[in-house]
Structures are given as structure tokens and as C-alpha cells.
């Protein structure tokens, strides 16, 4: 690996590679001929067998051949228990978490211990989402909903290889429904009882033509009482709840004008509205069980919190704002609307354009174009607590806008040969641009003391990073016999970053309170500019696999893999004096108290950049097919290490981030997959099952208090337990489907879910443990045999089971307060559903 930290030097121009790239898709497009390019097939119950069709390696495979740990999830599946957003899938796949909310990154998805937090918005995940075949940049995607959806598919370990930087701890792939081909026409309706919402959608797909498909489908949803609030809570709602709204279109067009071309081309609009983006997150009020006071930096000055310290009830304590509280700075995103309603709105427009070309009996060449914009706006109180005494919402209202345009573009040159020998090589080209702005309306209880511009904020800071990462793989197999099967390849990859601070606004009060010590404020001046901060990293993943096909029905292989997430400029810096040392010849000025100059700039630039994070390790695996069919059951046991993981903790009482690399993480365990159709006519099980030991294994200072390294105070996790892993966690479910005639049929699904204890926080060695728990999802339907019609009673999560996913530090506690921010999931929910199709 080779890391460069650099700062006001031009990036490398790759203009040329990247037109290459770009242009081959092109070339593609108007050549006219080749094959179809299905992201993904459906999963098909034949009468002898179940199969799975995935494309873990990039090209279509069924699941008991690809030598890839994945669990995959059909259509049917997700219609059954109306799951419609990354959170749902949990209940079905061992060792998975997933956090919904939260500042920063919006979400997070961790798998057997290894996730990337969802504080910053500047580090990618270390779980890749991949929508069609395209990999997103950004874990707000894990608040939008989903929908006709044709298959889930979890990828688990490193898959940097087919996947690229972003694929560290593994992919979580939504592949969406394709054109049919015949006319189809489908739509379904359900009201939920505990949150009281409902959900209408529908679709309509066929031929237009011979050559040409589409598949027109759109999903509303509404939902009163997403997040309902505790008793006296503050706010704009008569009926004391948090509603969430969701709109998602998708356009996709299927064109096959001859045999030897076609195109795949799909448009997605989905509009997110929510009263709040903190969403689940509840106060635990710490060992002496006491809510803390909301603590302000004026003395004296605090605002009571209204939690209950109850964080099993399923109701949260976010109040409204007034806004009397809150006057923005002009030029401020959502200085125009705020009407003392906290919201979350997200609105995002996905395309992506995938083509093959089949340049011969032998050799196909791919391209995938992704196009993505996502912008995000939401005000929130980010104390979580407090009621002045009057009454009022004393919450600390801060706007945020979070915004992401990312462009990417894949090919791959994949052959067929009959002989032993097979390859792909291919490029991969992605540019974003991510700018932030974020505010902050408490620190010295600026909202009391407006100052002469009557503006109440602190300050407003404007953050953007613009990224480019260039990427060229290859991979071959080679059978060895007609048994065996040695596989691999070696990605390269190059990753760019600029980063640019600056603070438009800064409240005169902190000006007249800065207390100017040797000429240098306590923060920086109105107008602070860092100028271009720089990073870039290269690396080089190979992977290698050995596949033994015993027989059509029982696979063993090996395989030793390794992983790579850039590292990159921490984009949540505060208006503290320090930040000024990264500007080229500030030192200088000062030499009293900088007698060094450039150490001091290098120290700074440190306190802002976080390393790349790498992985490597193996698995060995088999997967079998046994009855005919009837029984699957894939299993994998794996050991990996983590070098220089990403993680961001919160100080509560310094208000600050704190932006870190974990030594080493060591992740190791087992995964059990399986199936059985049994003799029973439509009866059928199937379960999974994860043992996961996940540890720090080298030095990992999580808490500095003093910023001082080497004292007491520090906090070193190294042998406690990863975040987020329990030990053991499963799942069992079935599906009983009863013919009653020709025409009716009853049908009735269960699944039960396990999760053992695990460390919520990567604080220190007393953080919040949540407890084992086990869950229950059920659904009863009766239809017609066909799907022409059906109606449905759904239950999810029945014993209405609360769990946290993350824990941090709640901002704004007083010296010695110990309350906890809790993210949870959404408790028990209740459908009732119409379907039809025709």
C-alpha cells in the first residue's frame, strides 16, 4: 500500500483512461449487437430442485456452485413480510446489523463484526451496497425504502476483487424486478396497525415490441406514527407523533433489437420525507439512572431532559424546536422553511445503463453506467432532550444538508472458452462530489444572546469532498480437471480525495468570548478558509479460490481473499483555533507558541486524516445438495483481519468527534445455510445459522480525553470484543402452502430470529451490552394458486422486541454525565394486505 498525504497540490490527470472507459460504453451502445444482460435472474422452483441464480463473481452463477458465502433472499420472501427497507432483512441473515438514522452518514451496515459508523458522512461503508449491479457511495440509501424488488442477495467477507474499494467486510445487492415477457399487471395495499400507515403500489410490464420490454413501477407510502414521542414531549403534532413518508418510481427498459445485443436501462426516483432524522434513537440514562441536563458552555446554563430513561417503551424524546429559538444565518440551507418542525427530506435519482456485447462465440464484452444524485435536508435537535421551563421545546436545533453526485463506470472483457482455461479483465472509473453544510445552535446558548445580526447559530460551516478512484482487475480460472477449479485475480486501485472547510458565519458572541491568547482565538474568524486539504492511496487486492466439484451436487472450496477502503480527510471538523494550523504559513506566524512550524501543520493535517482500511484473510466452505433437491445446506468457516478500521466515536462532553483507526480487528466464526422441502406438499423450511468471535487484536486508543497520548486516561479496546457481534445469531422460518381447490389456496409463513449479547459502542470496556433477544415474524394469506389475487395478515417482530444497533456519547453533557444515545429498531408492526396480479 502506498499512502500520500498531500495538501494544495494538483491531482493527477486521468482524462484519458477515463474517456476509454467511457467511450467503450459507448461503442457498445452503438454497435448494436449482443446479449442480453440481465443483472441478475430470478429464483426459479423447479420441480426437482431449488436454483438460485447470483452473481457474486460477476457473471451468473447458481448459488451451490459460486464459491462465495452468500445468502440470498427472493421476491416471495420479501413480499411476505412486507420487507421494504435494509433494516428488514436482519431477521434473515446472521451477524448482520443495521442502523437507520443518526447525523452523518445517515445508517450503517455491519457484518460479522465489521461495519463502518454512521457518524461521518466522509468514510465509505465497509459493506457495500450494490443496487443492479452499481455501488453506492453513500449509507443514506439505507433510509429509502424499496420495492419489486426481485432478490436480495448478502455477500459476506472481502470481495474487493468483483466489487471494488468499497467491499471490505462484504456487499448487501438489491436486484430489482426486469420486463416480462408477457403482459402483467400487479398492485397491493396494506395498512399497518401500530404505527398506523399504509403502503399502495403497483407495477405494469411486457413487451412493447419484439425487441423492446418495460416495467413501469411506483410505491406510496405513509406512516402517522413512525416515531411516536413520550408523554409531554414538544410538538407541532397534535397526536405526539413523527410521520415518515415514502414515494419510489422505477422506469426499466429492456432492448434486444438482435441476438447478439441488448440493453438494460433503469430509472429510479425516490422522495423521502420524515418529521425527524433521529428517528429510533432513545436515552439510556447511564448507571446512576438519571437523565442528565442538556449543558451549555455559558455557566450556569443548562435545559432539563425530558427522557424517561425508559428505552424499552418504544417512545422517544425528541421534541420540535420553536422558532423563536432559531434564526439562521442568511444563505443557510432550510433558513427558509423551518417553522419549528424538526424534518429529514432526501430526494434521489438513480440511473443506471448496462449493455453486453458479444464480440464473439467466446468473448462478451460488459459495460455498467451509473449516474446518482441524492440530496438530503434535515433540521434536528442532535442534544436529543430537553423542555425549557416554560413549556417550550428546548431542544438544539441545527440544519443540516448532506449532498452526493456520483458518477461510475464499469467494462469487462469476459471470455467462454470450451477449453480449461477462462478470464474477465475490466476497468472501473468513479467520480463524487459530496459537499455538506452543517450548523450548530447551542454551544454557548447562542439562541439566548442572538448576536448583532439577530442570528442565533454558533456558527455555519460548508464542507465539500471531491473524490475519483480509478480501478483495473482481471481474473482467470483454470480447470484443472473436470473436479477442480483454481481461480483468482488482482484489483488495482487508485483513490483520490480533496477536501475543502470553510465557516461562512461565526456568532460575535464567541468572538468577544474568545479570550485571545498570544494573538490566536479560542476559535477561527468569520470567513475561515482551510483551502484544499489532499489524500490519495493506491492498492493492490489479489484473490485466489481452489472449488473441488465432487460431484454436480457437492462443491468444497478454498479461498483466501483480501480487501481495501480508502482512507480519507474527516469532514466534521469544529471552529476551534487548531483547525487554522493546516493553512500554509499560519504557524509561522506565531513562533512563540509554534517553534516548530511544520510539525505543528503536520499534526493538525493528522488530527484530520484517517488511513485506509485493509483486509485479508480465508475461508474454506461446502456447499451440498442432498434428496434430490430437496435438502440444501451451505456452510463456510472464515477468519479474517482488519487492518487500520475505520471508526468515529462522539465526546458528549467535549462536543467532538473523534476520528480514529483501529489497530487490528480480528474476525473469525462459521456460517450454516439451509433448506428443506419436505415430503409434506408445500411445505417447506429453512434457516441459517452464524458463530461470529470478533476481537481487537492490537492497540486501539478509542477515548484521548486530553488529546495527550500515553496517559492514564486513555482507553485501549485492544481483546475486547468488536461492536455489533454477537457470538451467535440465526434464524429458522417456513412457508406451508395448502391448496383448498383449483381456485384457493391457504397459506401461512413463520420465521423466528436469535441474536446473542454484544457490545453496542467501540467506547471503552463498559459500553452499553445489549442482551440476547429472539424475534417473531408470521404471516396467514389466502389466494388464488396463480397470485391473481390474495389477501394477507402480516405480523413483524410480534413480541414487539426493542434491541439497540449503536451507542454513543449523547452531545451536551454536563461534567460527569453518563447518558447514552441509543439507535434502536422499529418495534412490532401489523399488516393487513390486498394483492392482485393478472
Not at 196 to 223: C, H, M, W
Request: charged share 20%; glycine share 10%.
Amino acid at each position: 500500500m502506498n499512502r500520500k498525504v498531500r495538501y494544495n497540490e494538483s491531482i493527477y490527470t486521468r482524462k484519458s483512461i477515463k474517456a476509454a472507459l467511457m467511450g467503450s460504453a459507448i461503442a457498445i451502445g452503438t454497435a448494436g449487437i449482443g446479449t442480453p444482460v440481465l443483472a441478475q435472474d430470478s429464483v426459479e422452483d423447479n420441480a426437482g430442485s431449488n436454483i438460485i441464480i447470483v452473481t457474486a463473481r460477476k457473471q451468473n452463477e447458481t448459488l451451490q456452485e459460486t464459491p462465495v458465502t452468500v445468502t440470498s433472499i427472493g421476491g416471495d420472501t420479501l413480499d411476505k413480510f412486507q420487507v421494504n427497507e435494509v433494516a428488514d432483512v436482519v431477521s434473515r441473515i446472521p451477524a448482520l446489523n443495521v442502523q437507520v438514522g443518526g447525523s452523518g452518514a445517515g445508517g450503517q451496515i455491519s457484518l460479522r463484526g465489521v461495519g463502518t459508523t454512521n457518524i461521518s458522512a466522509a468514510f465509505d461503508s465497509a459493506v457495500a451496497f450494490d443496487f443492479d449491479g452499481v455501488s453506492m457511495s453513500t449509507m443514506r440509501l439505507v433510509q429509502a425504502s424499496f420495492f419489486d424488488v426481485e432478490q436480495i442477495d448478502i455477500l459476506k467477507g472481502p470481495q474487493s476483487l468483483f466489487f471494488g474499494k468499497s467491499a471490505s467486510a462484504g456487499v448487501f445487492s438489491v436486484r430489482s424486478a426486469n420486463p416480462t415477457a408477457d403482459w402483467e399487471v400487479g398492485g397491493k395495499a396494506s395498512y399497518e396497525f401500530e404505527e398506523e400507515g399504509y403502503t399502495v403500489g403497483g407495477y405494469i410490464s411486457g413487451p412493447v415490441s419484439d425487441t423492446l420490454g418495460i416495467r413501469v413501477a411506483a410505491q406510496y407510502q405513509n406512516i402517522d406514527k413512525y416515531v411516536e414521542l413520550e408523554a409531554g414531549t414538544p410538538s407541532v403534532f397534535a397526536d405526539s407523533g413523527k410521520a415518515l413518508k415514502n414515494f419510489v418510481g422505477r422506469v426499466t427498459l429492456q432492448w434486444d433489437p438482435t441476438d447478439n445485443f441488448s440493453a438494460n436501462l433503469k430509472l429510479n426516483y425516490n422522495h423521502n420525507f420524515g418529521d425527524s432524522l433521529l428517528g429510533h434513537s432513545d436515552i439510556d440514562c447511564g448507571a446512576n439512572g438519571l437523565p442528565d441536563d442538556v449543558f451549555l458552555s455559558v455557566p450556569g446554563v443548562s435545559i432539563p431532559s425530558n427522557s424517561t430513561c425508559d428505552i424499552q417503551d418504544g417512545l422517544y424524546p425528541h421534541p420540535d424546536g420553536h422558532p423563536a429559538l432559531q434564526v439562521i444565518a442568511p444563505g443557510t440551507i432550510g433558513a427558509d422553511r423551518y417553522q419549528g418542525q424538526s424534518y429529514n427530506e432526501t430526494n434521489t435519482v438513480f440511473v443506471r445503463l448496462a449493455m453486453d456485447l458479444e464480440l464473439s462465440d467466446t468473448l462478451t464484452l460488459s459495460t455498467v453506467s451509473g449516474f446518482l444524485d441524492l440530496d438530503n435536508e434535515h433540521i434536528d435537535h442532535f442534544s436529543y432532550v430537553g423542555i425549557l421551563p416554560n413549556g417550550d421545546p428546548g431542544g438544539l436545533p441545527a440544519p443540516f444538508t448532506d449532498a452526493l453526485t456520483q458518477h461510475t463506470q464499469e467494462i469487462r472483457l469476459t471470455s467462454d472458452f470450451d477449453g480449461m482455461f477462462n478470464f474477465m479483465v475490466g476497468g472501473f472509473w468513479e467520480s463524487r462530489s459530496q459537499p455538506l453544510q452543517t450548523s450548530q445552535n447551542a454551544f454557548l446558548g447562542s439562541f439566548l444572546f442572538p448576536d448583532s445580526r439577530g442570528i442565533t447559530y454558533d456558527w455555519v460551516a460548508d464542507r465539500t469532498t471531491k473524490s475519483e478512484a480509478l480501478s483495473f482487475f482481471g481474473s482467470m480460472s483454470l480447470d484443472i480437471t473436470d473436479e477442480l477449479e483454481l481461480s483468482g485475480g488482482v484489483r488495482w486501485t487508485d483513490e483520490q480525495k480533496t477536501h475543502r472547510t470553510s465557516f461562512p458565519f461565526v456568532h460575535n458572541a464567541l468572538t468577544f468570548l474568545n479570550g485571545i491568547v498570544g494573538g490566536i482565538g479560542l476559535v477561527v474568524p468569520e470567513g475561515f478558509q482551510t483551502g484544499p486539504i489532499k489524500f490519495s492511496d493506491s492498492n493492490i487486492s489479489p484473490e485466489v479460490t481452489l472449488k473441488y466439484q465432487a460431484t454436480p451436487d457437492l462443491n468444497f472450496y478454498a479461498s483466501y481473499k483480501t480487501g481495501f477502503k480508502s482512507g480519507g480527510v474527516d469532514n466534521s471538523s469544529l471552529p476551534t483555533a487548531s483547525i487554522q494550523l493546516v493553512v500554509p504559513g499560519f504557524a509561522e506566524q506565531y513562533p512563540a507558541l509554534y517553534p516548530d512550524p511544520e510539525a505543528a501543520r503536520a499534526a493538525a493535517l493528522s488530527s484530520l486524516i484517517y488511513d485506509s482500511e485493509t483486509a485479508k484473510g480465508g475461508e474454506v466452505g461446502v456447499k451440498a445438495i442432498f434428496g434430490n433437491g430437496a435438502f440444501r445446506i451451505n456452510t463456510a468457516a472464515f477468519y479474517f483481519v482488519f487492518d487500520d478500521l475505520q471508526v468515529q466515536n462522539f465526546d458528549g462532553a467535549a462536543v467532538r468527534f473523534l476520528t480514529i483507526n483501529a489497530g487490528e480487528l480480528t474476525t473469525k466464526g462459521f456460517d450454516v445455510d439451509w433448506s428443506w422441502r419436505t415430503p409434506v406438499d408445500g411445505l417447506s423450511f429453512s434457516g441459517a445459522l452464524g458463530y461470529t468471535d470478533a476481537k481487537f487484536t492490537d492497540t486501539f486508543i478509542s477515548q484521548d480525553p486530553d488529546g495527550i497520548p500515553g496517559n492514564a486516561d486513555d482507553v485501549d479496546l485492544d481483546g475486547r470484543r468488536a461492536a455489533r457481534a454477537p457470538k451467535w445469531s440465526g434464524n429458522i422460518a417456513f412457508d406451508w402452502t395448502l391448496p383448498m381447490s383449483d381456485t384457493l389456496e391457504f397459506g401461512v409463513n413463520g420465521n423466528a430470529a436469535y441474536s446473542s449479547s454484544y457490545f453496542a459502542g467501540n467506547n471503552n470496556f463498559n459500553d452499553y451490552v445489549q442482551d440476547s433477544y429472539v424475534t417473531l415474524d408470521g404471516a396467514v394469506s389466502i389466494g388464488h394458486p396463480d397470485g391473481q389475487w390474495k389477501l394477507s395478515l402480516i405480523g413483524v417482530n410480534l413480541t414487539n422486541e426493542i434491541w439497540a444497533n449503536t451507542v454513543g456519547d449523547r452531545p451536551f453533557l454536563p461534567a460527569g454525565g453518563d447518558d447514552r444515545v441509543v439507535t434502536q429498531n422499529r418495534g412490532r408492526q401489523l399488516f393487513v394486505e390486498a394483492a392482485f396480479k393478472f
